[in-house]
């Protein structure tokens, strides 16, 4: 008879359960699907694109929906930042409520309902905040944004970063 170490087991199995909650998050970061790319607009370059995915709590919000403008700044020189995800998700549940690409003009605006969210962009590998007032979730880059009362502004300025030893 095979006597089995049940911590040696246990192991791989918090280890695939860890790999599939990541998964998940992941998932809902990137939206579950990728959006076909937009059609060039006059001047042959690509419009700014944004997806709205209606929530519970946003299709019970009341008032008319807010302009939520990004706008990377950029410090250096590196890989190009035009295309570079958006995310908007709401603060607290962490729902994503609007998602698209900056322009390249290194903008992005979407009508948002009334409410408070993270602001989160993905830029290229090399590329980090320069602003203390930023966070990482899930590799991404998040500023807070309260839209409960006015449109909002949020600006990332992103700088190349040289990797250190031990990283």
């Not at 246990?10 to 998050?25: M, R, S």
Request: hydrophobic share 40%; charged share 10%.
């Amino acid at each position: 008879m095979v006597n089995l170490d049940r911590r040696k087991l246990a192991t791989p199995l918090f280890a695939q359960a860890a790999a599939f909650v990541v998964v998940l998050v992941i998932g809902g970061f990137t939206g579950h699907a990728k959006t076909p790319s937009p059609a060039p607009g006059p001047g042959g370059t690509p419009a700014p694109t944004a997806t709205f995915t209606p929530t519970a709590s946003s299709a019970s919000s009341k008032g008319a929906a807010l302009k939520l403008t990004v706008r990377v700044i950029k410090d250096g020189d590196g890989l190009p930042l035009p295309g570079t995800q958006v995310n908007v998700l709401q603060t607290g549940t962490l729902t994503s409520v609007v998602t698209g690409t900056l322009n390249p003009a290194l903008e992005f605006a979407s009508n948002v309902p009334a409410g408070q969210y993270q602001v989160c962009i993905q830029p290229p590998i090399g590329w980090g905040s320069k602003v203390r007032t930023t966070h990482v979730l899930a590799g991404w880059i998040c500023s807070p944004a309260d839209l409960r009362t006015s449109p909002q502004l949020v600006t990332f300025r992103l700088g190349t970063q040289v990797p250190q030893v031990g990283q």
